[in-house]
């Protein structure tokens, strides 16, 4: 049963970059689609982007100025940060895998709660 | 872009079918999947693909999808069926994966 397991800095300051690592067990990325998926306080679920098992990318275009995302294949994990954050990127941030375009997330992170705050 | 729209709240009676739905252009010709998520939880894949159910996900959870509404249906409600909903789509023309806004369930 793959798992995915998440961890990163949960408190920042404005203009510092969130840096963010989610682990896979039991899995590998190949033939897999990886995404960022974060959650505002009371508030709905919002795409980041994602990057498949190549490392190709596409990212949400309101936020592709400040996004990256990454793999480190020998360590089965993937990492995302995001600079120059603010007060309104406080969320909790989800990791999560689909199988292909148009397919659902059938595998999440727990979730890293990250707030940003002077 | 792409968007889709979901009723904030729905409340059902104990036992009787919740039904959600997810309001968007022509969703008919997009695959729906819809999520459950409980508070302080990760989200759920409840139902996949407009109306298949993953394993271990009970008969009560399926899923319908018609022209600009695409329908989650929750029968014989349960007070453990509280939670959060989300439709997500994907949007082939601009390549981003879109979320409904959530719908929040009441069992009363």
């Known amino acids: 049963q793959v798992q995915l397991q998440q961890w990163g800095a949960g408190l920042l300051k404005p203009s510092e970059t969130l840096s963010l690592t989610c682990a896979v067990y039991g899995g590998s990325f190949s033939g897999y689609y990886w995404s960022w998926v974060r959650q505002p306080p009371g508030k709905g679920l919002e795409w980041i982007g994602e990057?498949?098992?190549?490392?190709?990318?596409n990212y949400k275009p309101s936020l592709k100025s400040r996004v990256t995302m990454s793999l480190d294949r020998s360590k089965i994990q993937l990492s995302l940060k995001l600079s120059s954050v603010t007060a309104a990127d406080t969320a909790v941030y989800y990791c999560?895998?689909?199988?292909?375009?148009?397919?659902?997330?059938?595998?999440w992170g727990q979730g890293t709660p990250v707030t940003v705050s002077s | 872009s792409y968007e889709v729209t979901q009723a904030l709240s729905v409340s059902v009676a104990l036992g009787q079918t919740a039904l959600m739905t997810c309001g968007g252009n022509?969703?008919?010709?997009?695959?729906v999947h819809w999520y459950q998520q409980k508070p302080g939880q990760a989200p759920v894949l409840v139902i996949y693909r407009d109306s298949n159910r993953p394993s271990g996900i009970p008969e009560r959870f399926s899923g319908s999808n018609s022209g600009n509404t695409a329908t989650l249906s929750i029968s014989r409600a349960q007070v453990g069926d509280e939670a959060d909903y989300y439709c997500q789509v994907w949007d082939r023309s601009t390549s981003r994966v879109v979320f409904g806004g959530g719908t929040k369930l009441t069992v009363l």
């Open positions: 990057i498949n098992h190549s490392g190709n990318t």
């Open positions: 999560a895998r689909r199988s292909g375009v148009g397919e659902p997330f059938d595998r």
């Open positions: 022509n969703i008919e010709s997009k695959n």
